[in-house]
């Protein structure tokens, strides 16, 4: 059993005793003292186990929350896991406490990438910023996205009283222009880039590649990232998108539909596809069938708390729940 497998066994085993009756005194201060402390331990254990995800065998990412066009409240974040750093990919609402639950350490924030510069995308910036730079008083937490980013993180950093020089939120605009990618990050074998197509340039959407030491890992929100060049032969493509009868009910909106990323992903040559758009199981089932029926099998609907791996030594597509 590994780390995780074993802190894992104990906070269940503790949850039982105590819920049981069977830890003697529980109910009395004492009792509940050190129950707090059993579970702060399992925490402490958990995050320490979580520190594998940034050793330099793989390039992982994790589902943190999830929701597009089929949510009335999308909740859209990825981490992206390399080279002992960890980027957030769209900050929505309850991401954070998502990734702090799970023992992520926030502490290793890079940046975060928006795709989007809406409040679904921005919800959790303030919370994030806070998590990453505790203890810190001259913190700042970069923050990369399209034009508007610059006007969102002004006005966040004015209301947390932050002057965005020396401490709060420094907004990047990377500005890629459809069809050629910009690198925003470069460190020990590990490219970022950003990139855009016609309608998402529109739109004021981008996309990300994450390209280590021969893996890569595209993420697209809910835009039509997989058209762009950028997005060939990826590894593992995470990408928003709706399902054909929301897409009718709608009308055009600029989000692909399953069957859109489908044939796009085959035609870009892309390893496997994770689909971040449904946040019900009937969505995302729907959405599968209709992707693997415009002929792309590598599919799978990615839920919170999922983790894609891809190890270096071997050209594996590892999918689990962290």
């Known amino acids: ?110 940046a975060v990438l928006l795709t989007n510069a809406g409040a679904a995308q921005t919800a959790d910036l303030g919370i994030m910023f806070h998590e990453s730079t505790r203890g810190r008083s001259d ?9 508007d980013t610059q006007r969102m993180v002004e006005g966040l950093n004015q209301a947390g009283g932050f002057d965005g020089a020396s401490r709060g939120l420094q907004a990047w605009g990377p500005s890629p222009e459809p069809g050629r990618s910009v690198i925003v990050f470069e460190a020990d074998g590990l490219v970022v880039s950003a990139f855009t197509t016609q309608e998402d340039a529109f739109n004021g959407r981008i996309g990300y590649r994450f390209d280590y030491r021969g893996r890569s890992i595209v993420v697209g929100g809910d835009g039509q990232v997989m058209s762009a060049a950028a997005a060939s032969n990826a590894d593992v493509v995470l990408q ?20 859109e990323v489908a044939a796009q992903a085959r ?13 019900s199981q009937v969505a995302a089932q729907v959405q599968v069938a209709e992707a693997r029926a415009a002929g792309f099998q590598d599919v799978v609907a990615g839920r919170v708390g999922m983790l894609v791996e891809l190890p270096l030594d071997n050209g594996a597509i590892n999918v689990r729940p962290l």
């Open 240 to 259: 928003g998108a709706q399902t054909q009868a929301l897409a009718r009910v709608h009308g055009e909106r600029g989000t692909a539909t399953a069957a």
């Open 139 to 147: 913190a700042l937490m970069p923050v990369y996205g399209p034009a």
């Open 267 to 279: 035609a870009a040559n892309a390893g496997m596809v994770v689909l971040t758009g449904a946040d």
């Open 1 to 110: 059993m590994n780390a995780i497998g074993k802190s894992s066994a104990i906070f269940v085993t503790l949850s039982g005793l105590f819920w049981g009756g069977w830890i003697l005194g529980a109910q009395t201060p004492e009792g509940q003292e050190a129950i707090a402390r059993a579970y702060a331990a399992y925490a402490e254990q958990q995050a320490t186990a979580n520190e594998n995800l940034f050793d330099s065998t793989a390039l992982r990412a994790v589902i943190c929350g999830a929701g597009g066009a089929e949510t009335a409240e999308p909740r859209p974040c990825l981490a992206v896991a390399a080279a002992g750093r960890l980027f957030i990919v769209d900050a929505g609402s309850g991401a954070a406490n998502a990734l702090t639950g799970r023992g992520i350490p926030m502490e290793r924030l890079q």
